[in-house]
């Protein structure tokens, strides 16, 4: 799975996706040009994909004075179904998921996603590197490793069914993150610490 922009490459129009998610996910009320700058696109095409959105009930306009603003029907039919949808994005699923698993033990001081995934480039099927560190004091034996180990397990399979991806993890310590691990801890997706 690709983890960044879901909803446009599933449902097509960027414009729409766009303008959805700021509908669905904000109150606000707004013109169509300040929705345009919001977005990042043209007045034109926001224009177009809101008399859509009119024609299914999603939005209502509301004019104020000589201005037109967009308001949001949540009561809906449209935005009850497409607020389900509109959740949040994968990746946010992934970072919230890693720091659950990997926030429950106190040995961990830092978890961060890295690699393709993090920097945007990644391809389907791309494996969702994970550097763990541990605290100073912890020791990757005994208990702990078996923990953790377990852990990661369970977490490879969580990616695998919900997103399609297996996990590689890479457990570190706190003298690889000058060296070996440096690039991909300041490219990288901070979940723990």
């Known amino acids: 799975m690709i983890f960044r922009h879901f909803y446009e490459r599933a449902l097509g129009s960027k414009v729409k996706i766009r303008l959805l998610r700021r509908l669905l996910n904000e109150d606000l009320s707004a013109s169509e040009r300040e929705l345009a700058g919001m977005i990042g696109v043209s007045h034109t095409a926001v224009s177009k994909a809101m008399r859509e959105f009119h024609e299914l009930h999603l939005v209502s306009p509301v004019h104020v004075g000589s201005a037109v603003l967009w308001r949001t029907n949540k009561g809906s039919h449209a935005y009850r179904v497409l607020a389900a949808l509109f959740g949040r994005e994968p990746l946010e699923l992934l970072v919230q998921l890693v720091a ?8 961990v001081g830092k978890a961060v996603i890295f690699g393709p995934l993090a ?75």
């Open 119 to 193: 920097e945007g480039r990644e391809e389907r099927g791309s494996a969702i590197e994970l550097l763990v560190v541990l605290s100073p004091l912890a020791r990757y034996d005994g208990a702990l490793k078996g923990s953790l180990d377990r852990a990661f397990f369970e977490l490879d399979k969580e990616c695998r069914e919900l997103f399609g991806n297996g996990l590689a993890a890479h457990l570190a310590s706190e003298e690889e993150l000058g060296g070996r691990y440096k690039e991909a801890v300041s490219k990288g997706i901070a979940v723990v610490g």
């Open 100 to 107: 659950e698993r990997m926030g429950k033990f106190r040995e």
